[in-house]
């Protein structure tokens, strides 16, 4: 965020609030959220070809028949693509510049079942880049993690999107210098613990300065964890976390490398079926590059699925640091803190 082409992103890049040109696009969060969730696929063709017109860039009005020719006009300056509705089997890599991509329709764009680079949906390497109203749905690749977004570097913002049915929704390099905030959007039946690259997650941040993830849903895992991140800092509130019909999950957020910041207000449901049923929440598991002292993990609600009866922990820490813990509601079975 310390460079001038990020500082000129202004108001939609680099703050922790949903940005008013989200706020413009969709001016019903409630209705948004609730398409996206609902989405079935749209009653045009699937297409690996080139669709005329249908991606857009807002400022000039040029129209291009694949994302990617798209986001190569747009080159390292600062445009919209907006997706007319359908579904693609398209992919794109962005190198520079700072992109919004925009379902013209929240929730009636679905990218499935083609990566980059034997990667992603979309690859993005650039100054920055927003999601909006988008669905990845179906992303896998040979070594297992194929994703909805593969981040390399810059920052990222994503409102109103649907990850579904792959082995990863977001995974990131590491990029200490740029923020990630994730907003109103749904991570459903991804993750995996069968492949050689070792466990896919729902989201997986490399280190990264920080994440912010609100009010979104995270169901049905199919291996790994739900949230795990790197990142330095972590803004982790209003979400829901329900593994009742997950597949040998672990973990529903680990903060392996030591995290500050606030986990607050969501709510955890463990499921049956777990790799890993010790813990809710972990935290320094792993190599420790960040302090965790003042970590904030407050007002949250944790149980486990109706007729299940079990001994877990809702916080281990690894770091034996300074943590805030108050106003969680814990199921009766469920011990609220153990130092490892």
Same mark, same amino acid.
């Given at each position: 965020?310390?460079?001038p082409?990020?500082?000129?992103?202004? +108001? /939609?890049?680099?703050?922790?609030?949903?940005t008013?040109? $989200?706020?413009? =696009?969709?001016p019903?969060p409630? *209705?948004?959220?609730a398409?996206?969730a609902?989405?079935?696929?749209p009653?045009?063709?699937?297409?690996a070809?080139?669709?005329?017109?249908a991606?857009t860039?807002?400022?000039?009005?040029?129209r291009?028949?694949t994302l990617?020719?798209?986001?190569?006009?747009?080159g390292?300056a600062?445009?919209?693509?907006?997706?007319a509705p359908?579904?693609?089997r398209?992919?794109?890599v962005?190198e520079?510049?700072?992109?919004v991509?925009?379902?013209?329709?929240?929730g009636?764009?679905?990218?499935k079942?083609?990566?980059?680079e034997?990667?992603?949906?979309?690859?993005l390497?650039?100054?920055?880049?927003e999601?909006r109203?988008l669905?990845f749905?179906?992303?896998k690749v040979?070594?297992?993690?194929?994703?909805?977004?593969?981040?390399?570097?810059?920052?990222?913002?994503? +409102? /109103?999107?649907?990850?579904?049915?792959?082995e990863?929704? $977001?995974?990131? =390099?590491?990029?200490?210098?740029? *923020?990630?905030?994730?907003?109103?959007s749904?991570?459903?039946?991804l993750?995996?613990?069968?492949?050689?690259?070792g466990?896919a997650h729902?989201?997986?941040?490399?280190?990264?300065?920080?994440?912010?993830?609100r009010?979104?849903?995270?169901?049905?895992?199919?291996?790994?964890?739900?949230?795990k991140?790197?990142?330095?800092?972590v803004?982790i509130?209003?979400?829901s976390?329900?593994?009742?019909n997950?597949?040998?999950?672990?973990y529903?957020?680990d903060?392996?490398a030591?995290?500050?910041?606030?986990?607050?207000d969501?709510?955890?449901?463990q499921?049956?079926d777990?790799?890993?049923y010790?813990a809710?929440?972990a935290?320094?598991a792993?190599?420790?590059?960040?302090?965790?002292d003042?970590?904030?993990?407050?007002?949250?609600e944790g149980r486990?699925v109706?007729?299940?009866?079990?001994?877990?922990?809702?916080?281990?820490?690894?770091t034996?640091?300074?943590?805030?813990?108050?106003?969680?509601?814990?199921?009766?079975?469920?011990?609220?803190?153990?130092?490892?």
């Amino acid at each position: 965020m310390g460079t001038p082409a990020l500082q000129a992103l202004g +108001a /939609y890049v680099g703050r922790d609030i949903i940005t008013p040109m $989200i706020q413009n =696009a969709y001016p019903s969060p409630v *209705r948004a959220l609730a398409v996206i969730a609902a989405a079935v696929l749209p009653a045009a063709v699937v297409s690996a070809q080139p669709v005329p017109d249908a991606f857009t860039i807002v400022e000039n009005g040029r129209r291009f028949a694949t994302l990617q020719e798209a986001v190569d006009a747009v080159g390292s300056a600062r445009a919209t693509i907006r997706i007319a509705p359908g579904t693609y089997r398209q992919c794109a890599v962005q190198e520079d510049g700072v992109i919004v991509y925009e379902a013209a329709e929240p929730g009636s764009v679905i990218f499935k079942a083609r990566s980059c680079e034997g990667k992603a949906a979309l690859v993005l390497r650039g100054v920055g880049a927003e999601i909006r109203g988008l669905t990845f749905s179906n992303m896998k690749v040979p070594d297992g993690n194929g994703a909805g977004i593969r981040l390399e570097k810059g920052a990222l913002n994503v +409102a /109103y999107a649907r990850f579904q049915d792959s082995e990863q929704g $977001i995974l990131t =390099a590491n990029d200490p210098s740029s *923020r990630i905030y994730i907003t109103r959007s749904t991570f459903t039946g991804l993750g995996t613990c069968e492949n050689s690259a070792g466990c896919a997650h729902s989201i997986y941040i490399g280190n990264y300065g920080s994440l912010t993830v609100r009010e979104s849903r995270f169901e049905r895992g199919m291996g790994g964890h739900y949230v795990k991140a790197r990142s330095g800092q972590v803004t982790i509130e209003n979400n829901s976390f329900d593994d009742a019909n997950g597949k040998g999950t672990n973990y529903m957020i680990d903060l392996p490398a030591g995290s500050v910041g606030r986990i607050a207000d969501n709510l955890f449901v463990q499921g049956r079926d777990k790799e890993n049923y010790s813990a809710f929440i972990a935290l320094g598991a792993e190599d420790l590059l960040h302090s965790s002292d003042g970590l904030e993990v407050v007002n949250n609600e944790g149980r486990f699925v109706p007729g299940l009866s079990r001994s877990s922990v809702f916080l281990a820490d690894w770091t034996a640091s300074r943590i805030v813990m108050k106003g969680n509601k814990l199921a009766a079975e469920l011990k609220q803190y153990e130092q490892r």
